[in-house]
């Protein structure tokens, strides 16, 4: 297995503009998580799904931050608009029952300038 | 929430020589990881260990769950052991916390 995908591994954008961040889990794991890291902050959780469902939201910052899962093999995190504070490395992790397997991405590091 | 913490925060090493590693966390857990961040910046799952001994290589865990806490031990370090290490519990729900991580650097 590629192990968890996602894209793109750099992304520098402006103030306002809409930003899409992208995730492939691993085959056959029923979780998915995006999280973000900050020197200040750590590492977030901003939210999870099961089975494609998304359960827990809470860590989302705000309205401007969105995300979804069409099926098994995709997710997408989206920002709209994008502020300089939203500037991080943004995770995506997959695992089976949410314990085993607990595979992060290369991660996705966002400049907003 | 349940809260973890890692000692040290910090350590430098020469290659060669062995570390310890602490997590204590406030609240009992029904998993417990060690990731690996390395300087690019790539996570990496060391070990799943909610309770008992584990042994990969050079690296060694142990969880001492009813005294609520962890230990990863290198051994004869190397610089590719540099980078920060994570520990992460959960308490009954899919979602980790994490700790803010040790950040080790062994130099040649």
């Known amino acids: 297995d590629a192990g968890v995908i996602q894209s793109p591994r750099h992304e520098v954008t402006e103030m306002g503009q809409e930003v899409t961040l992208r995730c492939k889990p691993i085959?056959?794991?029923?979780?998915l998580f995006w999280y973000r890291q900050t020197m200040m902050r750590g590492l977030e959780l901003l939210i999870y799904?099961?089975?494609?469902?998304?359960?827990?939201d809470s860590g989302m910052p705000e309205d401007r931050f969105s995300a979804k899962m069409p099926n098994a093999s995709f997710s997408t995190l989206k920002i709209q608009p994008s502020e300089p504070r939203d500037s991080a490395v943004y995770f995506c992790?997959?695992?089976?029952?949410?314990?085993?397997?607990?595979?992060f991405g290369s991660g996705t590091r966002l400049t907003v300038v | 929430g349940i809260q973890v913490e890692q000692s040290p925060p910090d350590l430098i090493l020469q290659e060669g020589a062995n570390s310890t590693l602490r997590c204590n966390f406030s609240?009992?857990?029904?998993?417990l990881q060690w990731f690996h961040q390395n300087p690019w910046g790539q996570l990496i799952n060391l070990f799943y260990?909610?309770?008992g001994t584990k042994q990969n290589g050079r690296l060694s865990a142990t969880t001492v769950a009813t005294e609520r806490y962890s230990l990863l031990y290198i051994s004869s370090s190397q610089t590719t052991d540099s980078g920060v290490y994570f520990c992460a519990v959960n308490s009954g729900y899919s979602t980790l916390t994490f700790g803010k991580g040790t950040m080790l650097l062994v130099s040649p």
């Open positions: 609240d009992s857990v029904n998993n």
């Open positions: 799904f099961n089975n494609n469902v998304p359960i827990d």
């Open positions: 260990i909610p309770s």
């Open positions: 085959s056959g794991h029923d979780y």
């Open positions: 992790a997959s695992s089976l029952r949410g314990l085993y397997g607990y595979t």
